[in-house]
């Protein structure tokens, strides 16, 4: 089966400029979930949907960041405006379920804010 | 939430059973344990998951003793090819309560 698609792959943008990553999950998959790990760290949850649903968005910084999975299956994630402290790469997952049967990641966009 | 405890690293030798060992002292009943293993420049990806007991898939073996306070990831005869990150991770899934620590860095050495 086709894994979790990200895109773009890198992005380096300016501080304050705007940036869109974009997911497609495996088909069928009805929970998908946005991840932020910076250097040497292990992922961090920022959101997660279930369908279309927001299930949990507790650690995602609403000033700046937002996301959507319109139709629930593909999504995108936004930062406007972008601060130096959000270098870092992007991870996409999904699982059939609640995340039970374990996730399966994309590969990632690494965003680099200078 | 239950946390986890894990060595920040490990070295071994090709050929060699690597043991993994976490801590997760207050690990909930409904409490899955999960363990993912991460290259770089890559998302990490999903190795072996259990409940109680022992699990073995074509990969790795998950042992987890009767109180679960804690699991051993095994690796039988590592290769170069194992050296990534392994995470352990405690819940259920639901409402991302599966939280990644720093992870253990494998090193494997020819």
């Known amino acids: 089966e086709a894994g979790v698609a990200q895109s773009p792959r890198y992005k380096i943008i300016e501080k304050r400029q705007s940036v869109a990553f974009w997911c497609n999950p495996i088909?069928?998959?009805?929970?998908l979930y946005w991840y932020q790990q910076i250097l040497g760290q292990g992922p961090k949850l920022l959101i997660q949907f279930q369908n279309n649903g927001v299930v949990d968005d507790s650690q995602l910084p609403k000033d700046r960041f937002s996301a959507e999975r319109l139709k629930g299956v593909d999504s995108t994630l936004k930062i406007q405006p972008a601060k130096l402290e959000d270098s870092a790469v992007y991870l996409c997952?999904?699982?059939?379920?609640?995340?039970?049967?374990?996730?399966?990641f994309g590969s990632g966009t690494r965003l680099t804010v200078v | 939430l239950a946390k986890t405890t894990q060595p920040i690293s490990m070295d071994s030798y090709e050929g060699q059973e690597v043991n993994i060992t976490c801590s997760h002292n207050?690990?909930?009943?409904?409490?899955?344990i999960t363990w993912y293993q991460q290259f770089p420049s890559q998302g990490p990806r999903f190795i072996i998951q259990?409940?109680?007991t022992k699990v073995t898939n074509e990969v790795a073996s998950l042992f987890i003793p009767a109180d679960r306070k804690s699991s051993t990831l095994s690796l039988p005869r590592v290769s170069l090819s194992d050296t990534a990150v392994y995470y352990c991770?405690?819940?259920?899934?639901?409402?991302?309560?599966?939280?990644f620590g720093k992870g253990t860095k494998l090193s494997v050495k020819p």
């Open positions: 991770l405690v819940g259920t899934g639901s409402q991302g309560n599966l939280i």
């Open positions: 088909s069928g998959h009805a929970t």
């Open positions: 997952a999904s699982s059939f379920s609640r995340g039970d049967d374990g996730y399966t």
């Open positions: 259990g409940y109680k």
């Open positions: 207050n690990i909930a009943t409904n409490d899955y």
